[in-house]
């Protein structure tokens, strides 16, 4: 069979080039179409360099025109461009067929919507994408009668112990139909699960990103020490499986074997298990429905020890309760939580803020603004900009 045709947004991030490893196991099954990043030009002439994409587009006129020089000095014929209109005209160009959506943040937003709306197969890693827009968003792949295959590992998980024919169409789930009860969403506590409280509040970025099982960009790795990944990974995941309040639950389980699972009327849970390794849920997307090798080793069970579980403690992990409560109260309240979130971490990331200082952030973000009711994307736009701006002035009041 042909080729898919594939554009990786986010390619020089974690997601991005572990999906570009998955992609050079199969070289006969993917073509490169585009490859995108921000400001990251030595790991992008890499890529470009490897892989000869037909596009590579940068962040700004200024790394571009950089990136294109060099390019041409080594002979690589990758047409280089820049900006959001040219991420959303990768997306949606009529020779893709799949957009590995892997940009961090807001900024993925309108690049992933295009993708959806040009009814591509598209593989969400950006979940910030699916918290600002929920609704909007799942309407947009309803309409489009896109493809949405989840590469978080949690909702990867979910979406393979799923019956297949709710994977058809899993943003329309009916849990009554289908026996389902509810999803149980796995996630380890991070790594500070057994930093004395006290000590909490003034831990250092080096500390946050150090996740004991998961290798990830920054800004991830910050959210899971925080848990408030797991507070936005409830919101993906009420959106993908339309889920009602009480149809998920958060479960700590520290050694991340098992990835999440859904429990079922009968009282049967079906997991999904294997290495912390993002491969494998990138490879489970990129060949749905069949299996891809994805370099990832198989668990070793004679020596995996033990498996525990438990319950996330509230005074150890406000934000998670924020976004619960968000993901209830309506769009203006998650989109809301996102921005002030990205503004606290990019701020605690340059040490402007303590560690404690992002719950309070989020929570009195929250407060100061005016939740009311979005009705397309522009409100969205305008919601997350107007968070910002408050989220802002509490950063600089320290
Ligand atoms: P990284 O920070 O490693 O990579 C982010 C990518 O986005 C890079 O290619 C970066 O370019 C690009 N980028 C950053 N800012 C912008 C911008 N303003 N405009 C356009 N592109 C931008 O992130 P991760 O790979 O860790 O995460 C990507 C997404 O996947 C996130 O939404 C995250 O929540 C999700 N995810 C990640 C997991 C992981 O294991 N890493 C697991 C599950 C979900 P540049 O390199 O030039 O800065
Ligand atoms: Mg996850």
């Known amino acids: ?15 991005g080039l572990n999906t570009l490893d998955v992609i050079a196991r199969h070289p006969n099954d993917f073509e490169l179409f585009a490859v995108t990043a921000h400001s990251r030009i030595d790991t992008m002439r890499q890529i470009c360099e490897r892989f000869q994409p037909r596009f590579a587009v940068m962040g700004s006129e200024h790394v571009a025109a950089t990136l294109r020089l060099q390019l041409r000095e080594l002979n690589v014929n990758t047409e280089v461009l820049s900006g959001e209109a040219a991420l959303c005209n990768v997306s949606e160009a009529a020779e893709v067929d799949t957009v590995m959506a892997a940009i961090v943040g807001a900024a993925g937003l309108l690049p992933t919507l295009a993708a959806v709306k040009a009814s591509k197969r598209v593989l969400l890693a950006n979940k910030e994408a699916l918290v600002m827009s ?3 968003f799942i309407d947009a792949v309803r309409a489009a009668n896109a493809q949405l295959l989840p590469v978080d590992s949690e909702h990867n998980a979910i979406f393979q112990a799923l019956p297949e024919t709710v994977q058809q169409n899993s943003v329309s789930t009916d849990f009554a139909k289908h026996g389902i ?7 380890s506590g991070g790594p500070f699960r057994q930093t ?9 970025p080096a500390a946050a990103c150090a996740h004991p099982n998961w290798d990830m960009g920054q800004k991830i790795s910050v959210d899971s020490a925080t848990m408030l990944n797991k507070g936005l990974e409830y919101i993906e995941a009420r959106w993908l499986f339309n889920c009602q309040p009480q149809q998920i639950e958060v479960v700590l389980h520290p050694q991340s074997v098992i990835h999440s699972m859904v429990q079922y009327v009968d009282g049967s849970v079906i997991a999904q298990m294997g290495q912390p390794d993002m491969r494998t849920p990138i490879a489970y997307c990129l060949g749905y429905p069949e299996r891809l090798n994805s370099g990832v080793q198989p668990l070793d069970f004679t020596s995996l020890g033990e498996l525990t579980f438990g319950q996330a ?3 150890r ?14 769009q203006a309240a998650t989109t809301t939580l996102n921005a002030a979130n990205e503004e606290a971490v990019s701020a605690f990331l340059k040490e402007q803020i303590a560690f404690g200082d992002i719950a309070k952030i989020c929570e009195n973000t929250l407060a100061q603004s005016e939740l009311s009711n979005i009705t397309d994307i522009e409100g969205i736009l305008d919601c997350d900009a107007r968070a910002r701006r408050v ?3 509490l950063i600089m009041r320290g």
């Open 181 to 187: 009860r509810k999803i149980l969403l796995t996630g």
């Open 1 to 15: 069979s042909k080729p898919a045709v594939i554009t990786v947004l986010g390619a020089t991030g974690s997601i």
């Open 313 to 315: 403690e509230a005074a």
């Open 196 to 204: 004395p409280l006290a000590d909490l509040g003034k831990q250092t």
């Open 391 to 393: 989220a802002h002035s």
């Open 317 to 330: 992990y406000p934000c998670l309760q924020l976004a619960i409560d968000a993901c209830w109260q309506g």
């Open 134 to 136: 929920g609704q909007l």
